[in-house]
């Protein structure tokens, strides 16, 4: 499956964003889609998570503000990400895994991985 994220940009700290992760080439519903993000100068993070059964999953600096959904219909995952802090500047990832729910927020596990779109939030 290739993955394509979008809908990165600058915007204001308390701003909102967002992200897009389209799919092509594989059956979608097989895949939890995660998305990841890489902070300038830090290791690549897990941020959310949604499955193929429809769990989802944040870490916790998100939770409450990031908001991730799904349409199988249209092969498309999207990360709505509001009051945005400057901590959340990063280049954002959409990957794609088949992996059990457990290890969802392991990056290693997941064999499909989009071109990643930046995200700046100033402050």
């Known amino acids: 499956v290739q993955l394509q994220a979008s809908g990165g940009g600058l915007v204001q700290a308390g701003g909102s964003l967002t992200l897009s992760c389209a799919a092509s080439?594989?059956?979608?519903?097989?895949?939890?889609i995660g998305w990841f993000r890489q902070a300038p100068g830090k290791e690549r993070e897990f941020v959310a998570a949604?499955?193929?059964?429809?769990?989802?999953k944040y870490i916790d600096p998100v939770k409450g503000r990031f908001t991730i959904s799904r349409d199988n219909a249209k092969n498309t995952v999207v990360l709505q990400m509001n009051s945005l802090k400057p901590e959340d500047t990063a280049v954002y990832y959409c990957?794609?895994?088949?992996?059990?729910?457990?290890?969802?927020?392991?990056?290693?596990?997941?064999?499909?991985w989009g071109q990643g779109t930046l995200v700046t939030v100033s402050s």
């Open positions: 990957a794609a895994t088949t992996v059990i729910w457990g290890r969802v927020t392991e990056e290693n596990y997941y064999a499909y």
């Open positions: 080439g594989g059956t979608f519903r097989r895949y939890t």
């Open positions: 949604f499955s193929m059964s429809g769990d989802k």
